[in-house]
């Protein structure tokens, strides 16, 4: 699956008429992802009316720390030595890469959103949680299980939660919401807000005000861009 193309499926989808996009992902029962979907996905909305179904409140940063949100874990495929990272990024190949014993992986192409920047080196790619792990203790509107911040973490029952990108965008974005960072390629700036909108009302995380004005400003440059997600149910 690569990312960054005008469309997105699953949990946030700007639709056009040009390239309608649906998932479909099989989860196994033995990953803490299986737990958080597939579940009933609600009806496509409006950039903007999904923004206002976003709960606003302050944010919660003391007491995070990042080992809180356990990853990568051994993915959904056991069989193939690969842990959560490298099947996001085998999954996002453009040219599928070589794999070697240990999941050593040689060759491949990737396109990478942020910066519409082609990778030939999987060691060059970041894998990013879209909503950043601080973020989303930030987010959180009571405190998470660890159940449900490994399944986060490890989120591969939505394409939308973890996406392969080059190392430089990840770390300019580090853990910056959409007040604070937007990718440097604007031609992907409308799929990035409803990325950012979708994974947030999967997961039930909040916004704070800068971060829901920074969205509504996007959305006003993004008026055929509509939102679908799936609830998580990992609890």
Known sequence: MLRGLPVLAL??????????????????????????GPAAARAPLPLFEAIDQL????????????DLYKHWNKGLNTSDGCDTRKEVILSEAVAAPQIAAGCKLTGGSWRSAYDDVVVTDAARLDVDHFVPLAEVYDSEKVAWSAARREAYANDQASPDTLIAVSAASNRSKADKDPAQWLPSDGS??????????GTKLRWDLAVDEAERQALLGLAEDCPTTTVAYEPALVS
């Open 11 to 36: 949990c946030a989808l700007p639709l056009s008429a040009a390239a309608p996009a649906a998932y479909s992902s099989p989860v196994g029962p033995s990953s803490p992802a299986a737990v958080a």
């Open 55 to 66: 709960t606003v409140a302050p944010e919660h940063r003391e007491g995070y720390r990042r």
């Open 188 to 197: 992907y700036h409308c799929t990035y807000a409803a990325t950012w909108v």
